[in-house]
């Protein structure tokens, strides 16, 4: 269809628009029933211009509004002529465009993953079942072209769940493995140090160090005491040593003692019979005396 053969049939569906409703149709309107690139390029001033060529008013608002398109688009037109004309602006422009498109599409896709795992993590399996299937078909492959990961969604859905855990236990990202390899009960340990600490008004690390530098202390005077029992065993067997120094020397004096009592008791007896000898003869002497 020619551009004139367009503009009549546009001209002839505002008349009758006009006849029905007493007013020139909206832009909306409009483009329900005709190409909107085809209709700027027949009527570059809008609706105001299908209206003149229609032969009805132009309403004061579309007026309004026209003029301020038509200057939106002649300052554009030289804002880029003027940016052809400088290169470093042009090139300005350009890297602001990119930044703003990286920016929005950030943010797009952060939302459309909050999406998708809000409804991944459904508890309804007829809403996360599709998803999770054309997630298991999808995702692999990405993960594996883009950072050399071969992992499955189900695996996926499992880790988030650890580090939802693990961040509400008030472990840091970067620890979110240790935490997956801890025990139940080692889990239930932390749980308990956890309570404890905020029992106290204190973060978690925070009271870890308290009971690190306490350990700390206890270890020094434990070292501090281990020290003191080396000592006090040494001091032990230098007085067993000298006991047993003094019972040996006291057995060899009580020895030497006893030989020596032996000694004056032979030299006594020896005395004791010489004089008992002397006395028979003395007696025997007497006796003889007696006798004569």
């Known amino acids: 269809m020619s551009n004139r053969k367009f503009g009549d049939s546009v001209a002839e569906y505002f008349k009758e628009f006009h006849e029905q409703h007493r007013k020139a149709p909206s832009t909306r309107q409009v483009f329900k029933h005709f190409s909107k690139a085809r209709f700027y390029q027949a009527f570059p001033k809008?609706?105001?211009?299908?209206?003149?060529?229609?032969g009805i008013p132009v309403p004061k608002a579309r007026?309004?509004?026209?003029?301020?398109?038509?200057?939106?688009?002649?300052?554009k037109q030289a804002a880029e002529a003027a940016e052809q004309a400088n290169p470093l602006e042009d090139l300005k422009q350009s890297h602001k465009r990119e930044r703003y498109e990286r920016s929005f599409r950030k943010q797009r896709s952060e939302k459309l993953a909050k999406q998708v795992l809000m409804l991944a993590t459904d508890p309804d399996d007829e809403i996360s079942g599709p998803v999770l299937n054309a997630l298991g078909k999808v995702l692999p492959r990405?993960?594996?072209?883009?950072?050399?990961?071969?992992?499955?969604?189900?695996?996926?859905?499992?880790?988030?769940?650890?580090y939802d855990?693990?961040?509400?236990?008030?472990?840091?990202?970067?620890?979110?493995?240790?935490?997956?390899?801890?025990?139940e009960e080692e889990k239930k340990?932390?749980?308990?140090?956890?309570?404890?600490?905020y029992d106290k008004g204190l973060q978690v690390n925070e009271y870890v160090e308290g009971l690190k530098a306490r350990g700390g202390q206890l270890?020094?005077?434990s070292e501090r005491l281990s020290r003191k029992v080396e000592?006090?065993?040494?001091?032990?067997?230098?007085?067993?040593?000298?006991?047993?120094?003094?019972n040996g020397w006291l057995e060899e004096d009580?020895?030497?003692k006893e030989k020596i009592l032996e000694e004056e008791h032979l030299r006594d007896k020896q005395e004791f019979l010489k004089f008992k000898g002397e006395l028979e003869v003395m007696k025997k002497d007497l006796q003889n005396d007696c006798k004569a």
Not at 46 to 53: F, I, N, S, T
Not at 189 to 197: D, I, P, T, Y
Not at 231 to 246: A, G, V
């Open 231 to 246: 000592r006090l065993k040494r001091e032990e067997e230098n007085l067993n040593r000298r006991c047993s120094w003094l």
């Open 63 to 75: 007026i309004g509004r026209t003029e301020k398109a038509v200057q939106a688009s002649k300052k």
């Open 165 to 183: 855990e693990a961040t509400e236990e008030g472990w840091h990202v970067e620890d979110v493995y240790e935490w997956a390899a801890l025990s």
């Open 142 to 162: 990405i993960l594996k072209r883009k950072h050399g990961i071969t992992v499955t969604v189900p695996e996926l859905v499992a880790m988030q769940k650890t």
């Open 189 to 197: 340990a932390f749980s308990e140090l956890r309570k404890k600490a």
């Open 254 to 256: 009580h020895k030497h």
């Open 219 to 221: 270890s020094e005077e």
């Open 46 to 54: 809008g609706v105001a211009e299908a209206c003149e060529l229609a």
